[in-house]
């Protein structure tokens, strides 16, 4: 079992929907939760941290994290082209005491104009 | 402007040279991360150091040394040792702990 899964995707969404992008961890003991944006060629940007059991919002985004079930989620309301991008889910967690962050492989989000 | 910087942009060498690749961050941060990413994967960890003068193997750290002398700079060396040196590589720091990293424009090295 891989320490982060996601589905690679592609996820193809129309614009003006919202994209759900998920996320799941093994770690019990994982303490933050972090959603990356990464663009063909461009190195990851920071989109959204979560520390706590709920939602975030930010703007057009917000961040779900439920720790029982150990999953995490990302939306992204009013999808535009420009969301078009792949999303990284990482973590940190009390097993690398928190200094190494666990990176999923990513999900392929497409928006269609 | 905080943030990191990564030179060059692209570097191109020929096989059997050994390479430095430049990482500098003016945020303060304490933990300094490199990571590589071949084309269509994700994220692999070669170096990780929490403070000055103190560095842990990542997870592909073979072929690779690194060095933290100084707070704000922590350069990455691919030597010859390497076998499949062509890559994106991206260096990364943190505050700390469980805090957020961020990430620098990165290095396409391309060994021919």
């Known amino acids: 079992q891989k320490e982060v899964e996601q589905n690679s995707g592609p996820l193809s969404v129309p614009e003006g929907a919202i994209a759900s992008l998920n996320c799941t961890y093994s770690?019990?003991?994982?303490?933050?939760f972090f959603w990356y944006r990464q663009y063909s060629g461009k190195s990851p940007e920071l989109i959204m941290f979560?520390?706590?059991?709920g939602d975030k919002e930010d703007g057009r985004f917000t961040a779900q994290l439920n720790k029982a079930s150990q999953y995490v989620s990302l939306l992204i309301r009013d999808s535009q082209p420009s969301d078009s991008a792949t999303y990284l889910c990482?973590?940190?967690?009390?097993?690398?005491?928190?200094?190494?962050?666990?990176f999923g492989a990513g999900t392929r989000l497409f928006v269609k104009a | 402007d905080g943030g990191i910087t990564q030179s060059p942009k692209y570097l191109f060498r020929k096989e059997g040279q050994n390479v430095t690749l430049s990482c500098e961050q003016n945020?303060?941060?304490?933990?300094m991360y490199w990571y590589r990413q071949d084309p269509g994967q994700g994220l692999r960890l070669i170096y990780y150091s929490q403070i000055v003068n103190d560095f842990q193997k990542g997870d592909i750290a073979e072929g690779y040394s690194v060095s933290r002398e100084k707070k704000e700079s922590f350069p990455l060396t691919v030597t010859s040792a390497q076998k499949n040196p062509t890559a994106f590589y991206l260096c990364a720091s943190s505050a700390g702990g469980f805090s957020e990293q961020y990430f620098g424009p990165g290095t396409r090295l391309t060994v021919t």
């Open positions: 990482a973590v940190k967690g009390e097993r690398t005491g928190g200094f190494k962050t666990i």
């Open positions: 945020l303060n941060h304490d933990a």
């Open positions: 770690d019990r003991g994982s303490q933050s």
């Open positions: 979560i520390y706590s059991n």
